[in-house]
């Protein structure tokens, strides 16, 4: 059989990499729906070797006839359609981070907790923040193997993971640097051409990043570890796609790095890349436009018992957001 799909957010960064994707896969379409605001609407797509015509997206668009929506715009378009068109019967895919700890919904990367998708009271289904997915898909061998204690993970995350008007900021920049001309900062605070920036999403009275605690929550919940010690800082830097992770974990029991390299390889969705003594080791430009989280420079931490150091890159588009949400299609569809 065949589902009918509809994207909020289809001109988005993430919606755009979506239809790519449903093409790749050759999803079973039976139709499609895309939508975006007033900007947009009359914008032709094409997806499968058809031409879609993007539509707006008001209080009044009709989704009967919809098996899948998935959803990458803005938090209110969110909070707004998610909880209705879940109502409604269409299984939501969502991409924001308004549902993800609503014990109500499940929060998904398929590799890792499949069995999440059984049940869901309110027919949306999150994907995780698009660190948190490549961060569990290299913890969860690890774990199974001999359990994960605390980790430690700093971002260098692209400014695709802010949408389609920041990568132009970046783009503009440069642009403007090359030419000796003023730079103008809008989707930013500061400058990030030739630059970064410890901050990601807002700050807590206490200093943290709403990014930061995005991760540590959501790795609990997905690794099912209430528990587990996680600390995160995350810094955007001036790369356009793919999100790069220093991750340090002290795991309950020994593991040596090749050990580690084997359960890493066995992981499906992961692809370990690392020989560094011939140079070979994961970056940006390597992950760009691929499905796989690359995992290198896996070696001793001997600043502690049992600690290890990974260095992950994965496509934030992709695995990030818009993969993960097709897998779960896909896997909601297998049954
Ligand atoms: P549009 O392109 O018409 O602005 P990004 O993450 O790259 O910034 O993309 C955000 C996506 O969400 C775009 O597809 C954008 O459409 C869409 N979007 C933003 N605001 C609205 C809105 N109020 N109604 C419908 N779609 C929206």
């Not at 269409?90 to 919904?105: E, K, L």
């Not at 289904?125 to 700093?154: E, F, Q, W, Y």
Request: overall charge negative; glycine content about 8%; hydrophobic content about 40%.
């Amino acid at each position: 059989s065949a589902y009918t799909i509809a994207i909020l957010g289809a001109t988005g960064a993430v919606g755009k990499e979506s239809l790519e994707i449903l093409e790749e896969r050759n999803f079973p379409l039976a139709g499609l729906r895309l939508f975006a605001s007033k900007r947009s609407a009359g914008e032709v797509m094409t997806c499968q070797g058809k031409e879609w015509t993007v539509e707006e997206l008001t209080e009044s668009s009709s989704f009967a006839g919809v098996d899948f929506a998935f959803i990458s715009a803005t938090d209110s378009i969110s909070k707004e359609y998610g909880p209705r068109l879940g109502a409604a019967g269409v299984v939501v895919i969502d991409d924001s981070g308004v549902f993800r700890m609503d014990p109500q919904v499940p929060l998904v990367v398929p590799e890792v907790n499949a069995s999440a998708l059984r049940s869901l009271p309110r027919g949306i289904v999150s994907i995780p923040n698009c660190t948190t997915t490549p961060l569990v898909m290299a913890l969860k061998p690890l774990h199974d193997a001999v359990g994960v204690k605390r980790v430690v993970v700093t971002t260098f995350q692209s400014v695709s993971g802010t949408g389609a008007a920041a990568m132009d900021e970046l783009l503009d920049q440069t642009r403007a640097l090359m030419a000796f001309r003023d730079v103008k900062a809008e989707v930013y605070p500061y400058q990030i051409a030739f630059n970064l920036l410890p901050h990601i999403g807002s700050f807590s009275e206490g200093g943290e990043c709403s990014e930061e605690i995005k991760i540590v929550r959501e790795t609990r919940k997905i690794l099912d570890a209430p528990t587990m010690r996680v600390t995160s800082t995350t810094v955007r830097v001036p790369v356009l796609r793919c999100h790069s992770e220093s991750i340090n974990v002290e795991l309950e029991k020994p593991l040596t790095p090749n050990e580690a390299r084997a359960a890493l390889a066995a992981m499906p969705g992961v692809l370990v890349y690392d020989d560094p003594l011939k140079k070979l080791y994961p970056m940006p430009l390597d992950a760009t436009g691929k499905d796989e989280v690359y995992v290198g420079r896996i070696r001793e931490d001997a600043s502690v018992t049992n600690g290890l150091n990974l260095w992950v890159v994965s496509d934030n588009l992709r695995k990030g957001a818009a993969l993960n949400a097709v897998q779960i299609a896909e896997s909601l569809v297998r049954g």
